[in-house]
């Protein structure tokens, strides 16, 4: 029997095993280590401010969280395989580690969010401003 999330404790265990994960993978992880070469050291921070944001109304993380995307997009497409991936991993860590109601409110947010900016990220490629 697992437990499920309660605190930032249990973000920041769950954001790190995430990163733990994601350097070795071959679509996301190439876009984080060999296109951005992304400073975790910045970075998960910010994530664990964005995720006690979404989970437990926190009001650290300063940020627009689809910017960098879209940044990142122009440098190297980010495609629904690569969200899909991303869901994958996602998914997989948190079920590796918790279980329970805030569990899947947390992956349900990550798909709704990955649904909204897979599609304003399709329809930009489409129609460049
Ligand atoms: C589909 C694959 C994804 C890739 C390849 C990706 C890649 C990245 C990269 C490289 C950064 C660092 C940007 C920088 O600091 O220069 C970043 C930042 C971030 N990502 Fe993603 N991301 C993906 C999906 C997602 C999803 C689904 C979420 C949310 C559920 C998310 C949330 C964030 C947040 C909150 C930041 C920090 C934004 C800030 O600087 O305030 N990402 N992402």
Redesign the pocket.
């Known amino acids: 029997m697992k437990n499920d999330i309660t605190s930032k404790a249990d973000i920041k265990t769950f954001v790190d095993a995430f990163y733990a994960k994601m350097p070795s993978d071959d679509?996301?992880g190439k876009?984080?280590m060999e296109?951005?070469h992304?400073?975790f050291s910045?970075?998960l921070p910010?994530?664990y401010d964005?995720w006690e944001m979404l989970l437990f109304q926190g009001t650290s993380?300063?940020?627009?969280?689809m910017?960098?995307?879209l940044?990142?997009n122009q440098i190297h497409p980010?495609t629904p395989a690569?969200?899909e991936?991303?869901?994958a991993m996602?998914r997989e860590t948190l079920h590796d580690l918790f279980e329970g109601p805030k569990t899947e409110e947390a992956i349900t947010?990550?798909e709704n969010?990955?649904a909204t900016?897979?599609y304003k990220l399709d329809y930009l490629t489409k129609h460049p401003a």
Not at 61 to 65: F, L, R
Request: proline share 6%; charged share 15%; aromatic share 20%.
């Open positions: 679509l996301v876009v984080f296109v951005m992304v400073d910045t970075h910010k994530m964005f993380y300063k940020g627009a969280p910017r960098p995307h940044q990142i980010i690569h969200f991936r991303w869901l996602f947010k990550a969010i990955a900016w897979a």
